[in-house]
């Protein structure tokens, strides 16, 4: 096969690289609100399974149960919380400060109030370069990816934690 002959792959101009940003901006914005949804239905059912796992140790000392049956309700309870607060590390606010640029920034709100004045940041919008977006909005999506990545682990082990939960309380309702 010859190199030669094959067409050249053309560089992205400036303005078709602000579109992709956008674009992959919004994407991996629309993922993390859904990481956000799926953690609170997540919080909603677990909230409501440790309500029943709690009721059930707490009635451990009412009601003769086997050793066997309070480890699992123990495990069930201690896997529900873990759960429960992996769900909640998903929808807790992620942004660090240390993590951001501290130069003509428009795209995270702490970047944007790191100007002393609404004018500052105006005469700061106003005069940015077309490198300048690229810059911001290249360094918006790593650390939108790799909030995304945060939350998708978190979400992950959250329903890990649920499952073991479920299977617990499942093995102490067939144990006792």
């Not at 709690?54 to 873990?82: D, H, M, N, P, Q």
């Not at 500052?120 to 005069?127: A, G, K």
Request: aromatic share 12%; with cysteine; net charge positive.
């Amino acid at each position: 096969m010859d190199v030669q002959n094959e067409p050249k792959a053309e560089i992205l101009s400036k303005e078709k690289k602000i579109e992709l940003a956008k674009y992959s901006l919004s994407h991996l914005s629309e993922l993390v609100k859904f990481a956000d949804h799926k953690a609170l239905v997540l919080l909603g059912i677990l909230g409501f399974l440790s309500g029943h796992l709690l009721t059930k140790l707490f009635a451990l000392r009412k009601e003769e149960y086997s050793s066997a049956g309070i480890a699992l309700c123990l495990l069930a309870v201690i896997c529900c919380l873990a759960a429960l607060g992996f769900a909640i590390k998903v929808v807790y606010p992620r942004l660090k400060y240390k993590s951001i640029q501290k130069s003509k920034g428009f795209v995270y709100w702490a970047e944007i109030l790191a100007n002393p004045t609404p004018e500052s940041f105006r005469d700061n919008f106003f005069n940015i370069t077309q490198d300048e977006v690229l810059e911001n909005f290249s360094n918006e999506l790593y650390h939108v990816a790799n909030i995304n990545k945060q939350k998708y682990q978190a979400l992950q082990k959250s329903f890990i934690m649920a499952v073991m939960s479920a299977i617990f309380m499942i093995l102490f309702f067939i144990v006792n």
